[in-house]
Nanobody, 123 residues
Framework: VQLQASGGGLVQAGGSLRLSCAAS????????LGWFRQAPGKEREFVAA????????RYGDFVKGRFTISRDNAKNVVYLQMNSLKPEDTAVYYC?????????????????WGQGTQVTVSS
C-alpha cells in the first residue's frame, strides 16, 4: 500500500488542523493505521492508532483529548483531527499502515509509511 499524507501547515496556538492520509490499494480496510510525529532532534513519537473497523482507537499520553483519529474505508483515507494545538505539537506528522488488525504503537510495528506533512504551531 502507498500512503500520501496532507493537510499540514502553519497555525496559531489554540487552532485546529485536519490531516489526511490517502492510501492506494483495494485492501485498505484490512490495515491497522496509525499516526506518528517527529520533531527536529527527537525520535518518532506515537500519536494515534485505529483498528480495521475504526471502532477502537488509542492515543499518545500527550494528546489528552485534543486529537481524534478516524478512517473512511470507502474512500481509503485516515484522518487526524487536531484541536487546541500547542507550539510543542510542531513536528512532521506521518501516517503508517500494517496489514493486520489491532492497535499498534511502536514505529517498528508498521510496514508502510507516508512521506510526512509538516505541522507548525506558532505561539
Amino acid at each position: 500500500v502507498q500512503l500520501q499524507a496532507s493537510g499540514g501547515g502553519l497555525v496559531q496556538a489554540g487552532g485546529s488542523l485536519r490531516l489526511s492520509c490517502a492510501a492506494s490499494g483495494r485492501t485498505f480496510s484490512s490495515y491497522a493505521l496509525g499516526w506518528f510525529r517527529q520533531a527536529p532532534g527527537k525520535e518518532r513519537e506515537f500519536v494515534a492508532a485505529i483498528t480495521w473497523s475504526g471502532v477502537i482507537k488509542r492515543y499518545g499520553d500527550f494528546v489528552k483529548g485534543r486529537f481524534t483519529i478516524s478512517r473512511d474505508n470507502a474512500k481509503n483515507v485516515v484522518y487526524l483531527q487536531m484541536n487546541s494545538l500547542k507550539p510543542e505539537d510542531t513536528a512532521v506528522y506521518y501516517c503508517a499502515a500494517r496489514p493486520h488488525d489491532g492497535l499498534f504503537m511502536r514505529v517498528r510495528d508498521y510496514d508502510y509509511w507516508g512521506q510526512g506533512t509538516q505541522v507548525t504551531v506558532s505561539s
